[in-house]
């Protein structure tokens, strides 16, 4: 596998995380493709081309548990790197504040036609 090939490289974590998955849990679902349910199946490579993007791409990641119902404020979520961001002062508590009064389309998917 070469270096760039993150398709290839994606596609060998996921196998490896499964089949090890598998082995100690036992609770692996397949889909009729006989794809494990545990990975969405979509894939997008994406180079990073400025500050801007960067920091879009961050807030995706940090709002993904709200936008996911998983929890209502970014800071309630224990595993996010919004933690270390806060702590570095680049990014306040209350950042995106309550679900109710945050909006979703502002923390989309990442945008790919910039």
Known sequence: MRDGDY??????????FVRALATTKGEVEFNRRGEADVWQRRYWEHAIRDDSDLHRHVDYIHFNPVKHG??????????????????????????????EAATPA?????????
């Open 106 to 114: 502002l923390f989309g998917e990442p945008r790919e036609d910039r």
């Open 70 to 99: 998983l929890t209502q404020r970014v800071r309630d979520w224990p595993y996010s790197s919004f933690h270390r961001y806060v702590r570095r002062g680049l990014l306040p508590i209350d950042w995106a504040g309550e679900v």
């Open 7 to 16: 398709a290839a490289r994606w596609r060998s974590i996921k196998s490896r």
